[in-house]
């Protein structure tokens, strides 16, 4: 079973230019999130869908960014325009929809984009 | 907010026990998970919390105490592959799905 995907593995851009980052979740997980770790600090939540709903995008730090998971399936995260501040590495996850008691949302995570805005 | 502390690193020798401390202060608690990071993956699962207690899984375990706010992960029988970041992270809520995390430590496995 694939797990989840990212795509670029590294994104070099300049200021002010746009970049878009996807991701494929693994394959029957209704759950995607978003998170980003910038240099030095710990890894923050950004965004979560249900499907194709965004469920909750209260870490989203400005408009400057625009997730979105078309289909329910994969997703992407789009910065417009790049700021230096923007530069880390983005990772997202998915997991399964609780079926059953017990149930624990482990969420399995993607290599992440380092994203580098010049 | 919330606050959650690890050591940012910690030098262990080959074969022996290293145990990763990690207290956390959130706004609610519905499960703490570990994480291992290798430089340049993805975060893997390695364990999970909810209840009181110490769950075993290997060399790898885990405790909890809730009324503590602490956590922490034991590594036994250390291999140099086991040299990597360790994430603690915390779900603050039964339907808030989205994890808090430490700032992760650095184990390093010496020869």
């Known amino acids: 079973e694939a797990g989840v995907t990212q795509f670029p593995s590294h994104s070099v851009i300049e200021k002010g230019q746009t970049v878009t980052l996807r991701c494929d979740p693994i394959?029957?997980?209704?759950?995607l999130y978003w998170y980003r770790r910038v240099m030095g600090k710990e890894i923050k939540f950004l965004l979560h869908?249900?499907?194709?709903?965004?469920?909750?995008e209260s870490g989203m730090p400005n408009n400057r960014f625009l997730a979105e998971r078309t289909g329910g399936t994969y997703s992407t995260l789009k910065v417009q325009p790049a700021e230096l501040e923007d530069s880390g590495v983005y990772f997202c996850?998915?997991?399964?929809?609780?079926?059953?008691?017990?149930?624990?949302?482990?969420?399995?995570f993607g290599a992440g984009t380092r994203l580098s805005v010049l | 907010g919330q606050n959650i502390d690890q050591p940012t690193e910690m030098t262990a020798t080959e074969g022996a026990i290293v145990q990763i401390n990690c207290t956390y202060q959130t706004s609610g608690f519905n499960g703490l998970f570990w994480y291992q990071q290798h430089a340049g993956e993805a975060p893997t699962f390695l364990s999970y919390n909810v209840l009181d207690g110490l769950e075993e899984k290997g060399r790898f375990s885990s405790f909890l105490s809730r009324s503590k706010g602490y956590s922490y992960l034991l590594l036994k029988e250390l291999q140099m592959k086991d040299s990597a970041s360790y994430l603690c992270?915390?779900?603050?809520?039964?339907?808030?799905?989205?994890?808090?995390f430490g700032a992760g430590t650095t184990v390093t496995v010496r020869a």
């Open positions: 996850a998915s997991s399964q929809e609780p079926t059953r008691a017990g149930w624990s949302d482990i969420q399995y």
């Open positions: 394959s029957g997980h209704d759950n």
């Open positions: 992270a915390v779900r603050p809520g039964f339907n808030d799905y989205k994890l808090s």
């Open positions: 869908f249900v499907k194709e709903s965004k469920q909750d």
